[in-house]
Each structure stands twice: as C-alpha cells, then as structure tokens.
C-alpha cells in the first residue's frame, strides 16, 4: 500500500517544457525574417534587442499568464461547479467584458487603458448581475441558478455587443472591435503586463494554495458541510479569485475561447482529477498552449492571426479527439 | 435534556420555503450517546431533513438543537466537522478522484485552509479502508463502484473523519443482503467502540437488525422515541406506517409482518 502517486517526474517535464517553449519563443516572430531570429542577432542589432525586451518579453509573459489563468480558473469553475463542461467565461465574464471594450471603442475614448477599464469593470458587472439574478431565483439548486442566470447575462450582454457592432464605424470601430473579440495580443506592452499583474498574481497564488479544497468542493453540499467546510463561503472566494483574473486578462487580450474548457481535461486525463496535482498541471500545459498559439498568431502570417481564432481551431479538436475517445470520463 | 444524550432537538420548526408545507412540526427528540439510533418513518416524512438540520446545514425557523450540552451554532464549521460525520444516500461525484483520494477527504476538518493531507493523514485512511475490506480499492476511480462499494467508500470517508456522532441517511436502501449485511455489522461495531450512530431508514427491519434505541418519525413528528423493546409495538408501527402491522418473535428477534389483507 503506497500513498497517491504523486506525478513529480509529469510536472517538472511540464515545468521545463515551458521553460524550454518560453526560450525559444523569443526568437519567433516576423523580425529580421519570417519566423525565425538567429539568438546572435540579439548581440548584433540594437532594434532586435529593442523589439525582444520591449514587445516580445511583455507578450511572452503576458500570454503565459494568460494560458495559466485561464486553466486555473476553467478547473475552478468545472470543479466549484461540479460540472466539467463549464469554462472561465461563464458567468457572464467574457461577454461583459466584450460588451465594456465595445462600448468603450464606440463612444468611449478608444485608448488601451480606457478600453482594457471598461472590459474590467463590465466583466465584474457581469458577474455581480449573474449572482444576483442567481440569489432572486427561488427553485433549483445553487449550482442551477447560477448557470442560469449565468446563461441569461451572457446572452443579454452578447446581444448588447451586437447592437454596437451594428452601430459602429464600419471603417474605424467595427474592425477593432471585430478584432478584440477575437483576441490577440498584437499590442501588448510592459504597461497592460503591469496593469494585468496585481489582479493576477494574487488570484493565481490563492487559487493554487487552496486548491486541495477543490475536491472537497466537488462533493454534494451536504457532505461538503459535513467535512467541516462552509461551502458557500469557500466557494465564493476561489469563484471571486477566479473571475477577476479572468476579467483583467480578458480587459488586456479580448476573447480567448477553449483554454479554458479543454486544458483541464487534458490536465485530469495526464494525471488524475484530484486537483492537488491536477491544478498546477493544468497551470503549465495552458501555459504552454497559449505561447504556442501565440508564436503561430504572430509568426505564421505577414499579418496576425488572432489569437482566439488559433486556441478556438486547436482547442476544438482536441476537444473533438478527447470525446471520441471512449475514455473520456466527463459526466455533465 | 438526559444527560446521556449527545445531540438533543426540541420543539424543531422547518419549512424549506415560508409558501411550503412544513417538513418538520414541533419535533422533539435526544440521541443517547454510544448507542445506535435508527431513526425510522415512511419515505418523505422529513427524515433526511432530519439530518440536515442535525448537522447545522439548515436552520430550525423555531426549537433548539443542542449538541452535547451546547447550541449546534455556537460550534465553528470545523469543530462540528470534527464532532459529526455524514454518509449520504447516495453522492454524485462528478470528478473521478481515486477512493484513497476521496477517503482522504475525510481528514478535512482537521487540515487548515491552504492544508494538504500528510502522511499521518494517509495512514489513518488506510485503516479506514482496511477496516471495510476495502483496501484492495484503493487505486479504483470513485465513479466506476457499484452501488453497493460507493456506499461502503462512502461509509470509509465518514470513519477517516473520526467524528464521534456518524449520521447516515437510509445506510441500507440500495444495497444487496451481503452488503446490507455488512454496513449493519460495521456501525454496530462502532456503536461498541463508543461512537454515537444515528441513521435514517424506512425499513423496520434493518432497524431490529442494530439500533438500541428507535425513534418513529411521521409528517415531520415524533410518534415515539426510547429503548427499541419498548418502542416497537403495533400500534406504534401502525401509527407510523397508516397500516395494520404484525409483531412476530422469530428465534428471538422481533419481526415485523404486513397484516395480509383477506384473500
């Protein structure tokens, strides 16, 4: 008889991976020529040197972080939710979001730090709406109301950016506005990293303490009480912890579909569900994805590919070849 | 309150909603210590709310609950975590957690917020599991048991948390003689080793097979309460059930009979 296994030789192979993939992504991109800088053109040339430290760096880190949270945040609401068909996005976060830079795009001043604001603020409003619709419900469970009126904001907010886009300049707004719901992080600077970073940081870093708690969440209310938990409690903070990071990346990056959905799978099926181990697995392999979609975003075109529509196409299929698998273990 | 009782409820109102009927009226009732208490009634006559309300998941709109000596809400969530253990009817767990993992969910009253079980932890779950015959299961996904083992892992869960009161809502109802068997003989072992066991069940005869003390609960009220001799009579049973019943002794043990209608 052995204790869990614990997969320390997956995650530090996950570990290096990363480091490895981070490495090399500073030398993938569109400068000097298509995809690819030789590293001694670093020493060489001034503007390659600018162009690492001062756009590929911020991207690199930004899109790490993006991949990490946007996995730690999917697994928390699959497991707070006790439904592994769920993702970040799904209190009416994202589409909040969308709906903030969209106004803000339209008659807002559309300047980066307004833009990335409004996405903020709409996304927590978003959720606050979710959760008091959720409260004013008087049947079902919980977990059903939420989803809910998760479901109604969502769509309330989606139906909301259609109008904008409807009104928008076709020649000046509707293109960004088009291209920030699709995602990307073509203009990424120190600056959002440093806007982005004290929402992040502390929600990743309780998110990933706590995370033993996530399984006792999974349970039944009734039992999870009966372990000495407040669940309504417990819940509300990774949930809140999970939400505000989502807002503030989705503020920076627009809409990243899929990460959130897929990557957790992909970390239950390499190690087990238990999120003891699960969690930071899944933190690394979404971080891994994003940079690498992101290298493709910014290397394979003349032009960027939006980021959104690279994780939507590669997480899709995945999500395709996991359920066809016979394994898969998803019971919504 | 007896002295000897551990969880005590009196005077109990509960409605889920103010427009609902209520699920308890009035109850009243003392849970002996060390003793195996069946808590027995017909299906929907709030048995499970019962438990709810024993472990402080809801609140009474009126009565008192007391646990050992002390108001249920005057205890934090861990303290009444460490006092009170719960194995449901059933649990759908969405996730396929290991049952080593799952057990081991059991030593959360114990581990702080940002805690992770130890090897202390893990040692105590495995006399958990070894103490069911369950430990050949261990590595086993949760999700794939039959009803019978998730019971059982369930039931193991419950022990890692070395409450010493056990709540088990109808403990027996899907299960199979051998396994029935088994869980029956369990909390009487435990009874024996001093642990308070309560459960719920709509079954007379799971109730003869182990509780010392019977409490006959109808539409959310107490019909009788005490010693299982003295509170098994037909009428009583009767009252309960809203059927004419048969009280027959069979190599010493009492047996409870439908009374046939005429052929």
């Known amino acids: ?332 | 309150m007896s002295p000897s009782s551990v969880l005590s409820l009196s005077n109990l109102d509960f409605a889920y909603h103010r427009a609902l009927q209520p699920v308890l009226r009035n109850l009243s009732l003392e849970i002996p210590a060390g003793a195996v208490t069946a808590i027995l009634g017909p299906n929907g006559g709030g048995k499970t709310t019962l438990l709810r309300v024993m472990l402080g998941v809801i609140s009474p709109q009126a009565g008192a609950v007391l646990l050992e000596g002390r108001p249920l809400r005057s205890y934090s969530r861990r303290e009444v975590g460490r006092r009170l253990g719960l194995v449901p009817q059933a649990e759908h767990i969405p996730f396929s957690l290991s049952v080593m993992e799952y057990v081991l969910l059991g030593r959360s009253p114990y581990l702080g917020m940002l805690e992770m079980p130890g090897e202390a932890d893990f040692r105590i779950a495995s006399e958990a599991l070894a103490e069911l015959d369950l430990l050949a299961l261990s590595d086993r996904p949760v999700t794939e048991l039959s009803g019978g083992e998730q019971q059982m892992v369930m039931l193991a869960r419950a022990l890692t948390q070395q409450s010493r009161i056990l709540l088990l809502d109808e403990p027996t109802s899907h299960l199979d003689l051998s396994n029935k068997g088994r869980i029956l003989h369990v909390l009487r072992s435990l009874a024996d080793r001093g642990v308070t066991v309560v459960f719920t069940t709509h079954d007379p005869e799971a109730a003869i097979a182990v509780a010392g003390h019977l409490i006959l609960v109808r539409e959310g009220r107490t019909l009788a309460g005490g010693p299982l001799g003295q509170v098994l009579t037909p009428d009583n049973l009767r009252a309960t059930y809203g059927v004419p019943v048969r009280i027959e002794h069979l190599a010493d043990r009492p047996v409870v009979l439908l009374e046939a209608p005429p052929r």
């Open chain 1, 1 to 332: 008889m052995s204790p869990p296994k614990r997969p320390t030789r997956l995650l530090a192979t996950l570990a290096v991976a990363l480091l490895v993939t981070l490495g090399l992504s500073v030398f993938i991109g569109r400068y000097p020529s298509p995809y690819w800088m030789p590293p001694g053109r670093l020493q060489a040339d001034e503007l390659a040197r600018q162009l690492v430290w001062s756009l590929r760096v911020p991207r690199l880190l930004t899109a790490l972080m993006l991949g990490m949270t946007l996995s730690a945040a999917g697994m928390v609401m699959q497991m707070v939710f006790r439904n592994p068909l769920v993702e970040p996005g799904f209190l009416g976060v994202t589409h909040g979001a969308a709906f903030g830079a969209a106004l803000c795009i339209l008659w807002l001043r559309p300047n980066p730090v307004a833009i990335e604001l409004a996405a903020t603020v709409f996304g927590l409003v978003g959720m606050l709406l979710s959760y008091s619709f959720a409260r004013r419900i008087h049947f079902g469970g919980w977990v059903l109301r939420l989803v809910l009126a998760g479901i109604a904001v969502s769509a309330l907010f989606s139906s909301g950016t259609g109008i904008l886009k409807y009104l928008a300049d076709p020649l000046t707004q509707l293109p960004e506005i088009t291209f920030w719901l699709l995602g990307g992080l073509w203009s990424v600077t120190w600056h959002d990293l440093v806007f982005v970073l004290p929402l992040v940081l502390p929600a990743l870093v309780v998110i990933y303490l706590m995370r033993w708690r996530l399984n006792l969440l999974s349970l039944s209310d009734d039992t999870a009480f009966s372990l000495g938990s407040a669940p309504g409690r417990e819940r509300a903070v990774l949930l809140g912890a999970a939400v505000v990071a989502t807002a503030a990346l989705t503020a920076v990056c627009g809409v990243i579909g899929w990460v959130g959905l897929i990557v957790p799978h992909i970390a239950r099926r390499a190690c087990g569900s238990n999120a003891q181990y699960a969690l930071p697995t899944a933190m690394l392999v979404g971080g891994i994805f994003v940079v690498v979609c992101d290298d493709l975003a910014r290397a394979l075109l003349p032009g960027e590919i939006p980021l959104g529509i690279l994780t939507a196409l590669f997480g899709a299929a995945i999500f395709i070849a996991l359920l066809t698998r016979a394994t898969l273990r998803a019971r919504p």
